[in-house]
C-alpha cells in the first residue's frame, strides 16, 4: 500500500488528520489522557465554556433513541478563567495537535470577552464560537438561528483576535447558507455545523419528558445525512473551510464528509458510545484510503459537485 | 479506560423482572464494591451502566431488571452470546503514578485485572460492624462489599427492602457468606412490614458505619435515620459512563459532581437530597 497522507490544513494550521473529537463530547481532553494517545488525534474541541463557571441542567440530562441520543448538559463548564489557566495549557503539555477553545456566551460582549481570553491563551490554536447551543435559555442558539445576529457575535469575536475564528452553526434554521454567509461576511475563517437538532423523549411509563429539561440536543448517527446535506450547501456556498460534523461514526462517514466539503470531520455523540471511536476511525482511514484510490485526504475535499 | 469482550455464563431470571448475568473474560478481573461496568447491548445506542454485584477471578456478577428494551434485549441473550463491556484499566496510581509529561499512557501491566468504572464504596474505613441497607436491586452491590467487609474481618449485617415477596434476590447469597440478612417488605408479606428503616428500628443492629444503594427516597430516609458515618451509591442516567461527557452530575455539598465518574458512591455528607 501506498504511504497515505492523511493530513489537512485547517486556515494555516497543520493537522496530521481530520479527526476531531467535538465539543462536549470528549471533556478538555484530560480525561482521555489515560484511556488512548490523544496525539493520534488531528485536533480536540473542548467543552464549551461560559465566561462564569456553570453547573447546567438537572438531570436526567441523556436520553437514548433510534440510532441517537439526546443531551441537555446545559454547558456546564468551569468558566473562561479555568479554561486559559487550567485546562488548556495541561492538555498542551501532553498533546501536540490542534486544540479548539469552544466559546459560549450569553451576549455580544460576554463572546468578545471570552475570545479575548482565549485568544491571549498561547495552549489555545483556534476558536470554535457556539452560536447554536439548544440547552441553554437567552443565549447560545438564539444567536445562531438569525443572519444578523450571528454576524454581531462574528464581528465582535473577529475583533479581539488574531487566532482562527469557526463559528458552530446550529441546524434548526431554515436557511442555513444566509446565516454562513453572514458569518463569511463578518470575518469568520470557517465554520463548524451541524451543533445537534432540538429534540424531545417522553417516558410513556411515567407520561413525563425524560429529559429534566424536557428537550435537549438530538445527535447520532441518525441525524448524519442532515449534516452532510448542510455541510455539502455549506461549503459549496461559502470560500472558507467547514468543519463536518453530525453523526460521524465511521471512517466511511469522514470520507463522505470530506467529499460534501468539510476539510476537517468532528466526531461527537459516537465517543459517547465509544471512548475510543476517533482512535479508532484514524486507524481504519489509510486501508479505507487505499480501497478508495485516495492516497491524499486533501485531494477530496469538496470533490462531489 | 477499555473495552473488552465478554461472554455470557448464564442470565437467569432469579426474581420478578430480575435477572442474575455472569460474565467470563480472557485475563484477570478485580472489580471494586460499588465500582460498574458499562455494557454495550446490540441494537442499542447507549450503553447499559451496571453495577457489579460479584467479581470472579476473570468474571463479573451482574443483577439488573428488565425495566425498558434494553434490558428487555439484554435478557433474551443466551449463554454462550457475546457482550462488550466498558471497564476501568486497573491502573493502580499508588503504584504506576502518571507522568503528566509523558506522550503516551501505556497499558497497565496485564496482571493487575481488570477494574471496574467508578468509585468504589470504602469498606476499610469501618471499624468494627458494618450496615448494609439496600433496597430492591441496590441489594446486588453490597454482596461484594459484604464480601469485602468479612476479608478485612469486620462484622456485617445486611438489612434489603422490597416491594413484595417475589422481588427478593440476594438474601441466600448473603446468609452464605455468613451474613445476618434483615428483609422488609412493603406489602409486609416477608419480615418487617414497612421500609429498611422501619426493620433497622425492629432489629437494632450494632454498626459503626453504613452503605447504602437503592432508590433515592430510601436512601434518603436511611441517611436522616441513621446516626452514623455513611456511604450512599447514587444513580443517574449516563451518556459516556467514563467522565468525559459530563451528562450525569449532580449537584453536592463540594460542587458538581459526575456520578460515573467522582462516584457513584458518595459520603452522606456530599449528598444534597
Same mark, same amino acid.
Given at each position: 500500500?501506498?504511504?497515505?497522507?492523511?493530513?489537512?490544513?485547517?486556515?494555516?494550521?497543520?493537522?496530521?488528520?481530520?479527526?476531531?473529537?467535538?465539543?462536549?463530547?470528549?471533556?478538555?481532553?484530560?480525561?482521555?489522557?489515560?484511556?488512548?494517545?490523544?496525539?493520534?488525534?488531528?485536533?480536540?474541541?473542548?467543552?464549551?465554556?461560559?465566561?462564569?463557571?456553570?453547573?447546567?441542567?438537572?438531570?436526567?440530562?441523556?436520553?437514548?433513541?433510534?440510532?441517537?441520543?439526546?443531551?441537555?448538559?446545559?454547558?456546564?463548564?468551569?468558566?473562561?478563567?479555568?479554561?486559559?489557566?487550567?485546562?488548556?495549557?495541561?492538555?498542551?503539555?501532553?498533546?501536540?495537535?490542534?486544540?479548539?477553545?469552544?466559546?459560549?456566551?450569553?451576549?455580544?460582549?460576554?463572546?468578545?470577552?471570552?475570545?479575548?481570553?482565549?485568544?491571549?491563551?498561547?495552549?489555545?490554536?483556534?476558536?470554535?464560537?457556539?452560536?447554536?447551543?439548544?440547552?441553554?435559555?437567552?443565549?447560545?442558539?438564539?444567536?445562531?438561528?438569525?443572519?444578523?445576529?450571528?454576524?454581531?457575535?462574528?464581528?465582535?469575536?473577529?475583533?479581539?483576535?488574531?487566532?482562527?475564528?469557526?463559528?458552530?452553526?446550529?441546524?434548526?434554521?431554515?436557511?442555513?447558507?444566509?446565516?454562513?454567509?453572514?458569518?463569511?461576511?463578518?470575518?469568520?475563517?470557517?465554520?463548524?455545523?451541524?451543533?445537534?437538532?432540538?429534540?424531545?423523549?417522553?417516558?410513556?411509563?411515567?407520561?413525563?419528558?425524560?429529559?429534566?429539561?424536557?428537550?435537549?440536543?438530538?445527535?447520532?448517527?441518525?441525524?448524519?445525512?442532515?449534516?452532510?446535506?448542510?455541510?455539502?450547501?455549506?461549503?459549496?456556498?461559502?470560500?472558507?473551510?467547514?468543519?463536518?460534523?453530525?453523526?460521524?461514526?465511521?471512517?466511511?462517514?469522514?470520507?463522505?464528509?470530506?467529499?460534501?466539503?468539510?476539510?476537517?470531520?468532528?466526531?461527537?455523540?459516537?465517543?459517547?458510545?465509544?471512548?475510543?471511536?476517533?482512535?479508532?476511525?484514524?486507524?481504519?482511514?489509510?486501508?479505507?484510503?487505499?480501497?478508495?484510490?485516495?492516497?491524499?485526504?486533501?485531494?477530496?475535499?469538496?470533490?462531489?459537485? | 479506560?477499555?473495552?473488552?469482550?465478554?461472554?455470557?455464563?448464564?442470565?437467569?431470571?432469579?426474581?420478578?423482572?430480575?435477572?442474575?448475568?455472569? *460474565?467470563?473474560?480472557?485475563?484477570?478481573?478485580?472489580?471494586?464494591?460499588?465500582?460498574?461496568?458499562?455494557?454495550?447491548?446490540?441494537?442499542?445506542?447507549?450503553?447499559?451502566?451496571?453495577?457489579?454485584?460479584?467479581?470472579?477471578?476473570?468474571?463479573?456478577?451482574?443483577?439488573?431488571?428488565?425495566?425498558?428494551?434494553?434490558?428487555?434485549?439484554?435478557?433474551?441473550?443466551?449463554?454462550?452470546?457475546?457482550?462488550?463491556?466498558?471497564?476501568?484499566?486497573?491502573?493502580?496510581?499508588?503504584?504506576?503514578?502518571?507522568?503528566?509529561?509523558?506522550?503516551?499512557?501505556?497499558?497497565?501491566?496485564?496482571?493487575?485485572?481488570?477494574?471496574?468504572?467508578?468509585?468504589?464504596?470504602?469498606?476499610?474505613?469501618?471499624?468494627?460492624?458494618?450496615?448494609? *441497607?439496600?433496597?430492591?436491586?441496590?441489594?446486588?452491590?453490597?454482596?461484594?462489599?459484604?464480601?469485602?467487609? *468479612?476479608?478485612?474481618?469486620?462484622?456485617?449485617?445486611?438489612?434489603?427492602?422490597?416491594?413484595?415477596?417475589?422481588?427478593?434476590?440476594?438474601?441466600?447469597?448473603?446468609?452464605?457468606?455468613?451474613?445476618?440478612?434483615?428483609?422488609?417488605?412493603?406489602?409486609?408479606?416477608?419480615?418487617?412490614?414497612?421500609?429498611?428503616?422501619?426493620?433497622?428500628?425492629?432489629?437494632?443492629?450494632?454498626?459503626?458505619?453504613?452503605?447504602?444503594?437503592?432508590?433515592?427516597?430510601?436512601?434518603?430516609?436511611?441517611?436522616?435515620?441513621?446516626?452514623?458515618?455513611?456511604?450512599?451509591?447514587?444513580?443517574?442516567?449516563?451518556?459516556?459512563?467514563?467522565?468525559?461527557?459530563?451528562?450525569?452530575?449532580?449537584?453536592?455539598?463540594?460542587?458538581?459532581?459526575?456520578?460515573?465518574?467522582?462516584?457513584?458512591?458518595?459520603?452522606?455528607?456530599?449528598?444534597?437530597?
Amino acid at each position: 500500500m501506498v504511504a497515505k497522507d492523511l493530513s489537512v490544513s485547517l486556515c494555516g494550521l497543520p493537522l496530521k488528520n481530520p479527526v476531531v473529537p467535538a465539543s462536549g463530547t470528549f471533556g478538555f481532553g484530560l480525561e482521555l489522557a489515560d484511556t488512548m494517545d490523544l496525539n493520534v488525534l488531528g485536533g480536540i474541541s473542548l467543552k464549551g465554556t461560559t465566561r462564569e463557571a456553570r453547573f447546567g441542567n438537572p438531570t436526567p440530562r441523556i436520553a437514548e433513541c433510534t440510532a441517537g441520543m439526546i443531551n441537555s448538559v446545559g454547558l456546564q463548564n468551569p468558566g473562561i478563567e479555568a479554561l486559559v489557566t487550567d485546562k488548556a495549557p495541561a492538555l498542551r503539555r501532553i498533546y501536540d495537535g490542534v486544540i479548539i477553545a469552544n466559546i459560549s456566551g450569553y451576549s455580544v460582549e460576554e463572546y468578545a470577552f471570552n475570545c479575548a481570553r482565549a485568544d491571549a491563551c498561547p495552549a489555545i490554536d483556534l476558536l470554535e464560537v457556539n452560536v447554536s447551543c439548544p440547552n441553554v435559555h437567552g443565549g447560545g442558539m438564539a444567536f445562531g438561528t438569525d443572519p444578523q445576529s450571528a454576524a454581531a457575535v462574528t464581528q465582535a469575536v473577529r475583533a479581539v483576535t488574531r487566532k482562527p475564528v469557526f463559528i458552530k452553526l446550529s441546524p434548526n434554521v431554515t436557511d442555513i447558507v444566509s446565516i454562513a454567509r453572514a458569518c463569511e461576511d463578518a470575518g469568520a475563517d470557517g465554520i463548524t455545523l451541524i451543533n445537534t437538532l432540538l429534540g424531545m423523549r417522553i417516558d410513556i411509563r411515567k407520561r413525563k419528558p425524560i429529559i429534566a429539561n424536557k428537550m435537549g440536543g438530538f445527535s447520532g448517527p441518525a441525524v448524519f445525512p442532515l449534516a452532510l446535506r448542510m455541510v455539502y450547501q455549506v461549503a459549496h456556498a461559502c470560500a472558507i473551510p467547514v468543519m463536518g460534523c453530525g453523526g460521524v461514526a465511521r471512517a466511511e462517514d469522514v470520507i463522505e464528509m470530506m467529499m460534501a466539503g468539510a476539510t476537517a470531520v468532528q466526531v461527537g455523540a459516537e465517543n459517547l458510545r465509544n471512548p475510543l471511536a476517533c482512535p479508532e476511525i484514524v486507524q481504519a482511514l489509510p486501508a479505507l484510503m487505499d480501497q478508495l484510490g485516495i492516497n491524499s485526504l486533501q485531494e477530496i475535499i469538496g470533490i462531489v459537485q | 479506560m477499555q473495552k473488552r469482550i465478554f461472554k455470557i455464563e448464564c442470565n437467569d431470571l432469579v426474581a420478578r423482572d430480575t435477572f442474575r448475568l455472569v *460474565l467470563r473474560t480472557d485475563g484477570p478481573v478485580a472489580i471494586r464494591s460499588g465500582q460498574f461496568v458499562d455494557i454495550a447491548i446490540p441494537g442499542y445506542y447507549l450503553r447499559r451502566p451496571i453495577s457489579v454485584s460479584d467479581s470472579l477471578p476473570d468474571g463479573v456478577v451482574l443483577y439488573y431488571k428488565v425495566v425498558g428494551e434494553g434490558t428487555r434485549a439484554l435478557a433474551a441473550m443466551p449463554p454462550g452470546s457475546v457482550l462488550e463491556l466498558l471497564c476501568s484499566s486497573a491502573y493502580d496510581r499508588e503504584a504506576f503514578p502518571p507522568d503528566p509529561l509523558r506522550r503516551f499512557a501505556p497499558n497497565p501491566p496485564a496482571d493487575t485485572g481488570l477494574a471496574g468504572l467508578g468509585s468504589g464504596f470504602h469498606p476499610e474505613k469501618c471499624r468494627e460492624a458494618a450496615l448494609l *441497607l439496600g433496597g430492591g436491586l441496590g441489594a446486588a452491590p453490597l454482596y461484594l462489599l459484604a464480601r469485602e467487609l *468479612l476479608a478485612l474481618g469486620r462484622q456485617v449485617t445486611a438489612v434489603l427492602g422490597f416491594n413484595r415477596a417475589d422481588e427478593i434476590c440476594l438474601e441466600q447469597e448473603l446468609r452464605a457468606l455468613g451474613v445476618p440478612v434483615h428483609i422488609a417488605t412493603l406489602d409486609g408479606s416477608v419480615g418487617t412490614k414497612g421500609f429498611v428503616t422501619d426493620a433497622v428500628a425492629a432489629v437494632k443492629p450494632a454498626f459503626d458505619r453504613f452503605y447504602t444503594c437503592g432508590p433515592l427516597p430510601m436512601m434518603k430516609a436511611v441517611c436522616a435515620a441513621l446516626d452514623a458515618p455513611g456511604e450512599v451509591s447514587l444513580e443517574e442516567r449516563m451518556g459516556c459512563g467514563a467522565g468525559f461527557c459530563y451528562g450525569c452530575t449532580v449537584q453536592t455539598a463540594s460542587g458538581p459532581r459526575r456520578v460515573c465518574a467522582d462516584g457513584p458512591v458518595f459520603d452522606k455528607e456530599e449528598v444534597l437530597w
